[in-house]
Nanobody, 123 residues
Framework: EVQLVESGGGLVQAGGSLRLSCAAS????????IGWFRQAPGKDREGVSC????????YYVDSVKGRFTISSDNAKNTVYLQMNSLKPEDTAVYYC????????????????WGKGTLVTVSS
């Protein structure tokens, strides 16, 4: 059974930090690009950041560049998103997602989804 299990969401003040984790199981970790989408109330879901651990390639949406860092631990089949300098506009449900390539992930052609974790940034 494929699973993507997110953790690490919560409430933080603006300027603060959080680290999200996504533990993957049920598929070959190295074969997939894995990362985070987010959806704020009343807004479309957007791709935030992704990593393809087999070659280290990454993607960041412009609004988080310089503030968020994605990494992976292949031994633990886990992807992390370190989020610093958080802003109220980062408030959203963050979903872990896996696709067969970085390009497919960026285009939203996702094969597996997690259930999401809520990040709330207060002003």
């Amino acid at each position: 059974e494929v699973q993507l299990v997110e953790s690490g969401g919560g409430l933080v003040q603006a300027g603060g930090s959080l680290r999200l984790s996504c533990a993957a199981s049920g598929f070959t970790f190295d074969d997939y690009a894995i990362g985070w989408f987010r959806q704020a109330p009343g807004k479309d879901r957007e791709g935030v950041s992704c990593i393809k651990s087999s070659d280290g390639s990454t993607y960041y949406v412009d609004s988080v560049k310089g503030r968020f860092t994605i990494s992976s631990d292949n031994a633990k089949n886990t992807v992390y998103l370190q989020m610093n300098s958080l802003k109220p506009e980062d408030t959203a449900v963050y979903y872990c997602a896996a696709a067969l390539s970085l390009g497919r992930w960026v285009n939203g052609w996702v094969d597996y989804w997690g259930k999401g974790t809520l990040v709330t940034v207060s002003s």
